[in-house]
Nanobody, 121 residues
Framework: QVQLVESGGDLVQPGGSLRLSCAASGPIFAIYAMGWYRQAPGKQRELVARITSSGNTNYADSVKGRFTISRDNDKNTVYLQMNSLKPEDTAVYYC???????????????WGQGTQVTVSS
């Protein structure tokens, strides 16, 4: 089965930085897009950033200029570099990928288990 494994979440002070990683493994034929979502207590899950197979990126307005998404295609891994972190960035961050496997079925959405990011003084 396809699996997404995140790492890098931690407790950090405001203004600090973290780097999240998400590695996809399994019977992967193609990855159309990978991205990061986050969900804070009492709030809706929101898209933070995504990157397509062609390298196009999208960011939430709240993180533009502070976060950078990148991808290592050889490793099927996506990264999220988070700088100038704010308390409002506190959330569980989930890796997401749109993947086609070696089956006739079309692209399928997969999720990681999430990694906790806490920004607090």
């Amino acid at each position: 089965q396809v699996q997404l494994v995140e790492s890098g979440g931690d407790l950090v002070q405001p203004g600090g930085s973290l780097r999240l990683s998400c590695a996809a493994s399994g019977p992967i034929f193609a990855i159309y897009a990978m991205g990061w979502y986050r969900q804070a207590p009492g709030k809706q899950r929101e898209l933070v950033a995504r990157i397509t197979s062609s390298g196009n990126t999208n960011y939430a307005d709240s993180v533009k200029g502070r976060f950078t998404i990148s991808r290592d295609n050889d490793k099927n891994t996506v990264y999220l570099q988070m700088n100038s972190l704010k308390p409002e960035d506190t959330a569980v961050y989930y890796c997401n990928a749109i993947i086609r496997t070696f089956t006739p079925i079309g692209p399928t959405e997969y999720w990681g288990q999430g990694t906790q990011v806490t920004v607090s003084s």
